[in-house]
Nanobody
C-alpha cells in the first residue's frame, strides 16, 4: 500500500520560513514526479509546485522565488521549503505523486497557518 505522509506544518508569522516533508512508502518515486498542492478554506485545491524525476521544477506564480521543492530519492522523501510566508499562504498542504503522469497518490495534508 502506497502512503505519502506529510509533516512540518504549523503556525508561523508573516515573513517566517517553514519546511514541509513528505515521506513515501510502499513504492519508490524515483521515476515519477512529486509535487505539492494546497487548499485554502473555501477554495479549490491548487498546484503549488512539482519536481520531475529528472529534477526539473515547476511552480505556481504565487510562490515563485519564495518556495523551493527538493527531493531525496535515497529517503523517498520530497520537501517544500517555504520562505517569506504570507497570510495568503495559509492552507492545508498536500503532497502528491504521479502514476503514468497523472497525480494519483495523495497524502493526508498538513496545515500551515500564517498569522499577520
Amino acid at each position: 500500500q502506497v502512503q505519502l505522509v506529510e509533516s512540518g506544518g504549523g503556525l508561523v508569522q508573516t515573513g517566517d520560513s517553514l519546511r514541509l516533508s513528505c515521506a513515501a512508502s510502499g513504492r519508490t518515486f524515483t521515476s515519477a514526479a512529486m509535487g505539492w498542492f494546497r487548499q485554502a478554506p473555501g477554495k479549490e485545491r491548487a498546484f503549488v509546485g512539482s519536481m520531475s524525476s529528472g529534477g526539473e521544477t515547476s511552480y505556481a506564480d504565487s510562490v515563485k522565488g519564495r518556495f523551493t521543492i527538493s527531493r531525496d530519492n535515497a529517503k523517498n522523501t520530497v520537501y517544500l521549503q517555504m520562505s517569506s510566508l504570507k497570510p495568503e499562504d495559509t492552507a492545508v498542504y498536500y503532497c502528491a505523486g504521479t502514476l503514468y503522469s497523472q497525480w494519483y497518490y495523495w497524502g493526508q495534508g498538513t496545515q500551515v497557518t500564517v498569522s499577520s
